[in-house]
Structures are given as C-alpha cells and as structure tokens.
Nanobody, 121 residues
Framework: VQLQAFGGGSVQAGDLLRLSCAAS???????VAWFRQAPGQERKFVAG????????VYADSVKGRFTISRDNAKNTVSLQMISLQPEDTAAYYC????????????????WGQGTLVTVSS
C-alpha cells in the first residue's frame, strides 16, 4: 500500500482543518492511523480506524476534537480537526497496517510523507 497525505496548513487557534490520506493497493483491507511528530519529539499516535470503518481509536489529547473516517470506494482516509490548538502543531503522517489498529508506530508498514500543520495562538 502506498500512501500520500495532504491538507496541512497554517491556521489560527480555534480553526479547523481536514487532512486526507490517499492510498493505492489493497487499501480496503488495511487499518489506517494518523500520527504526528513535533520538532524534537517522538512520533505519537493521533487516531486510527479499522478496515471497515466500524472501529476507531483516538488519543486522549484529540478526543472530541478530531474525527477519523474512511471511504474505501475512494481509497481515502480523512482526519477532520476542529478547535485546533498550538499544541497540535506537528507534521502529520498517515500509516497503514494489515492488522488491527495500534498506537505503536512500529506496527505500521506503510507510511505517507508528512503534511505540516501549524497552529498559531
């Protein structure tokens, strides 16, 4: 599976943004997650969705503000982000695994390039 993430940008605190991850290959059988990495920090789990879209998992820091969804017909996974805060500033990566959703980056064998989200106060 090959992934391409896009949709990042610079916004003000309280704004919203929608990230998308476009995939090729047997995407519909894969779980997909979004991770983020701020400068000098480790890559952290943000949200994940299983192959059918019937199961989602969120990091506590984004629960209630971020929504992950997928459209297998269009081979895309989206991350809708609202009420963005400066601490959400990071490079965001989408990743795919043939297994179940995991919060561990090592679980994922396909990664898209990062898309940068910058939130100003």
């Amino acid at each position: 599976v090959q992934l391409q993430a896009f949709g990042g940008g610079s916004v003000q605190a309280g704004d919203l943004l929608r990230l998308s991850c476009a995939a090729s290959g047997r995407f519909s059988s894969y779980s997909v997650a979004w991770f983020r990495q701020a400068p000098g920090q480790e890559r952290k789990f943000v949200a994940g969705i299983n192959w059918s879209g019937g199961s989602t998992v969120y990091a506590d820091s984004v629960k209630g503000r971020f929504t992950i969804s997928r459209d297998n017909a269009k081979n895309t996974v989206s991350l809708q982000m609202i009420s963005l805060q400066p601490e959400d500033t990071a490079a965001y990566y989408c990743a795919a695994t043939p297994g179940e959703i995991s919060r561990t980056p090592l679980w994922y064998d396909s990664w898209g390039q990062g898309t940068l989200v910058t939130v100003s106060s």
